[in-house]
C-alpha cells in the first residue's frame, strides 16, 4: 500500500507533515513520490492563501475522477477555514483537525468518519488536544535540516490573516519536550533547526504560571551548543515585532549556536495601515528592535514580510513602505500582494486598490529589495563564510547552499558527499539574492 503527501504553505505545515508521514507509515504505507501510484493521498491545505486553496480544489477533483478506476482514500487537514471545511465535506473522504492526527488511523479503517455533525457549533479550533499531536515523532524530511514546533495557533488577529480562524488561540509545547527534541537532533548530527510558530516570541504568555518564556527557551538552546560543543544553528520564525525583546536579541548575541539571522515581519512601513492591519506595533517599536539587532549583532542578517495593496493603502503610505525598506536595509523581503481572505476581517471591507496598482508595487518594492541585498552581497566579497551544503545546484557541476544569515551560495564541486554539511566559501562575486564563491579546502 502506497501514500502520497502534499503540504502547501508555511514551514508550519511541512513540520506537521513529517508527524502526518509517521503515523501513515506507522500502518505500513510506503511513501511514493507518483500521485497516480498512491491508494492514500493526502493535502496539507493553507486557507490563509487563496492560490493554495485553488490548488486543493484542483487536485481534489482530479483524484475524484481516478476513483472510477483504482481504490483511493483522500484525506485533508492543515489551516483550514470553516467555509472551506464544509466544501471539503463533499470531495474528501477525511477530514480532520491537526490535533486529531493520532485519531488518523481509526478514522481510514472506517473510511470518511467526519461528517457535518462534526462542526457543530461551528469551526472548533481549539488547541486542547494539540499535545497528542505533538507527542508523534516526526519522520523528518532531511537528516541535517528540521522544523521543532514550539507553539501553535495565534492571539493577534491581525485584520488580514485567518490564522486565529484555522489553527485556534496560542499553546506553547512544554519547553521540555522541544529541548529534547533540540538536543537529540543535534546528537543525531543535524546541522540547522527551526523553532516554529505562529508567534514565536510570545511562547509562554499562555502558561505563565508553569513554563518558561522565550528567551529562557533561547537560553536553554543556547546551552545545548555550549555542552554539545559541534557547530550547528538554530533559527526561530515567526516573531512578532511587538512581542521582540532587548532581551532575546540579547540572548541571541551571547550563544553561537543561536543563528545570526532575524526575520522580522513589518507588513507596511505606514502607521495609519498598521493600525487597519491590528498588527499592534507602530513603526518607532519596529525601529526600536533593529537599532537592538544592528547594536548587539551587528553581522546579523535581516528579513521581512511585506503586503502591497492593502486595503485603503495610499500612494503616500506604500511611498512610506519604501522608505522603511531603505531605512531598514533588509537582506530578503517576501513581498505579498494583498487579497482578502475569507474568515478574516479585512474580508468584510472592499478591496479597494486594483490588482494592476499591487503588480506594479510589488515590481517596485522588488527592485527596492534587489539593492539592499545586492549591497550587502558585494560586501561579502573576499571575505569566507561557513556554508551549509543543501543540493546541488541547478548547474550542472556545481553545489548550492545557505550561509548562517542564510544568503544563497553556490560553488563549483561536484562532491554531493558534502551535502548536509558545513564547509568554508571564498566569495568571489555576487548578484541581487546570491554570491558564488570557491569551496575552500
Known amino acids: 500500500m502506497k501514500y502520497h503527501l502534499i503540504s502547501l504553505g508555511c514551514q508550519m505545515n511541512a513540520s506537521d507533515g513529517e508527524r502526518v508521514r509517521t503515523v501513515i507509515e506507522q500502518m505500513g504505507y510506503t511513501y511514493t513520490e507518483q500521485e497516480e501510484d498512491a491508494n492514500l493521498i493526502g493535502i496539507l491545505a493553507c486557507s490563509v492563501r487563496q492560490n493554495a486553496i485553488d490548488k486543493v480544489y484542483s487536485k481534489i477533483h482530479k483524484w475524484n475522477k481516478w476513483k472510477n478506476k483504482t481504490n483511493l482514500i483522500t484525506f485533508v487537514s492543515g489551516c483550514v477555514l470553516p467555509s472551506d471545511h464544509e466544501k471539503f465535506l463533499k470531495l474528501f473522504d477525511i477530514i480532520f483537525k491537526m490535533k486529531d492526527l493520532p485519531n488518523l488511523p481509526e478514522m481510514i479503517q472506517q473510511y470518511g468518519i467526519t461528517t457535518p455533525n462534526g462542526i457543530q457549533n461551528g469551526y472548533d479550533v481549539q488547541n486542547d488536544q494539540i499535545a497528542e499531536f505533538w507527542n508523534v515523532k516526526p519522520d523528518y524530511a532531511s537528516d541535517f535540516e528540521a522544523f521543532v514546533p514550539i507553539q501553535n495557533g495565534c492571539d493577534k488577529f491581525c485584520s488580514f490573516c485567518a490564522v486565529p480562524y484555522t489553527r485556534g488561540r496560542e499553546v506553547s509545547r512544554p519547553s521540555v519536550e522541544i529541548i529534547n527534541e533540540v538536543r537529540s537532533l543535534v546528537e543525531r548530527g543535524y546541522k540547522s533547526i527551526t523553532l516554529l510558530g505562529q508567534n514565536v516570541n510570545s511562547y509562554g504568555l499562555d502558561k505563565p504560571d508553569t513554563e518558561i518564556m522565550f528567551p529562557e527557551l ?19 520564525t ?55 539587532i544592528r547594536r548587539l549583532i551587528p553581522e546579523a542578517t535581516l528579513f521581512t514580510d511585506i503586503i502591497v495593496g492593502f486595503t485603503g493603502e495610499t500612494d503616500e503610505q506604500f511611498d512610506a513602505t519604501r522608505a522603511a525598506m531603505k531605512e531598514f536595509d533588509f537582506n530578503m523581503a517576501y513581498i505579498a500582494k494583498y487579497s482578502p481572505r475569507p474568515g478574516a476581517l479585512s474580508h468584510r471591507w472592499f478591496d479597494s486598490i486594483p490588482l494592476e496598482t499591487k503588480k506594479d508595487r510589488h515590481q517596485v518594492l522588488t527592485q527596492d529589495l534587489k539593492l539592499s541585498s545586492r549591497s550587502y552581497n558585494d560586501s561579502m566579497i573576499d571575505k569566507t563564510y561557513r556554508v551549509l551544503v543543501r543540493a546541488a545546484a541547478k548547474h550542472d557541476g556545481y553545489l548550492a ?41
Open 401 to 441: 547552499g545557505l550561509t548562517e544569515g542564510k544568503i544563497n551560495v553556490r560553488f563549483l564541486s561536484d562532491n554531493t558527499d558534502l551535502i548536509g554539511q558545513i564547509v568554508n566559501v571564498k566569495i568571489k562575486s555576487a548578484i541581487a539574492f546570491s554570491v558564488e564563491g570557491d569551496l575552500i579546502a
Open 218 to 236: 533561547l537560553r536553554q538552546v543556547g546551552e545545548i551548543g555550549n555542552e554539545m560543543g559541534t557547530e550547528f544553528w538554530v533559527y526561530f
Open 238 to 292: 515567526s516573531p512578532h515585532p511587538r512581542d521582540m525583546t532587548d532581551e532575546v536579541i540579547e540572548v541571541i548575541s551571547q550563544y553561537k549556536c543561536l543563528a545570526k539571522q532575524i526575520h522580522l515581519p513589518l507588513q507596511s512601513g505606514d502607521d495609519k495601515l498598521l493600525i487597519a492591519m491590528n498588527r499592534k506595533h507602530g513603526l518607532e517599536k519596529y525601529r526600536q528592535s533593529v537599532s537592538t
